[in-house]
């Protein structure tokens, strides 16, 4: 059986290339390091370094060691990362999202300590991984994502509106188009997931300004006639709401582009279905209505 951190030194000597910087990297001294890679090599039972005056290299079975050696330290790394997070599971929901509107959802469920909320949202490829190897319990977007092993709940559909200065022609009509939008520029919230691209794609005329911080955009809008995007969602998040409680300047018009509507999911681990299902219905519950 192979030490781990005698891999850990071979794995880091190929990277340093002296046993001056592996003993500096590792926080040891350099005689330990050099015990632990005879050790090593002793264990191989074959040579894994050229020994010359004053200067160890690596031979070519020494290099191809080093390389396997840094496999099976990231597969020792993933499998106690994912027993670690699958004991989590057992006592507490992780929940991640690749679009904001959940996280308004999530904030309007009773606090409990056994929900934790990632805050940051997840880029869509990260879904499955994320799954599998149980860094999240259950994960919010727009995939609908079902296998032998993964399931996905409709929860709602979340609607894109506009909200434009009433003296804008634009803001005469119950309804707009993306269409009718061109050329104008926006303010818009920086992470929002998909919907950035969406509304890039359907105006790709317009200028997005986009805001990092909720107190930069609600600043704006409150002093500027920037017209701004909002959500069916969004008249639960309080924050968000604050700069139209006296604003009587803007009307607000949903967008009624097919493109303009995202079904939103939630998908988890099929075994993982009792566990997470009394919280899918608890978020089903608490979406606006159409």
């Known amino acids: 059986m192979l030490d781990n951190y005698l891999l850990q030194e071979l794995v880091t000597f190929a990277d340093t ?8 990297s590792l926080n040891v001294t350099q005689p330990t390091v050099t015990r632990g890679l005879q050790k090593l090599e002793a264990d191989f039972g074959v040579a894994l370094f050229n020994r010359q005056p004053n200067r160890l290299t690596l031979t070519t079975t020494g290099q191809l060691a080093a390389k396997k050696a840094a496999k ?3 597969h020792n790394h993933d499998l106690v990362t994912a027993v670690r997070n699958f004991d989590k599971t057992q006592h507490v929901l992780k929940l991640g999202t690749t679009i904001p509107g959940p996280l308004v959802l999530l904030a309007k469920q009773p606090k409990s300590d056994q929900l934790h909320i990632e805050p940051q949202l997840l880029a869509t490829d990260d879904i499955v991984a994320a799954l599998e190897t149980h860094r999240d319990t259950i994960i919010f977007s727009d995939q609908n994502l079902n296998s032998d092993v993964i399931s996905s709940q409709l929860i709602g559909t979340e609607r894109l509106s506009v ?5 804008m022609y634009q803001a005469n009509q119950a309804s707009i188009t993306f269409a009718e939008l061109k050329d104008l520029s926006f303010i818009v919230m920086g992470d929002i997931g998909p919907w950035r ?3 890039q794609q359907a105006i790709p005329t317009a200028h997005f300004f986009y805001q990092e911080q909720r107190d930069a955009f609600s600043e704006i809008t409150h002093y500027s006639d920037f017209p701004f995007f909002s959500t069916n969602i969004e008249p639960l998040d309080s924050a968000y709401q604050q700069p ?13 582009d097919a493109s303009a509507q995202m079904a939103i999911y939630a998908t988890y681990l099929t075994k993982e279905s009792p566990q997470v299902r009394p919280l899918i219905k608890q978020m089903i519950d608490t979406f606006p209505a159409v």
Not at 17 to 24: D, I, N, R, V, Y
């Open 72 to 74: 099976l330290l990231q």
């Open 197 to 199: 691209q969406i509304i």
């Open 244 to 256: 139209l409680v006296h604003d009587d300047s803007r009307v607000t018009l949903p967008i009624t």
């Open 163 to 167: 909200h434009l200065n009433k003296f």
């Open 17 to 24: 290339g002296t046993l001056a910087k592996t003993a500096e």
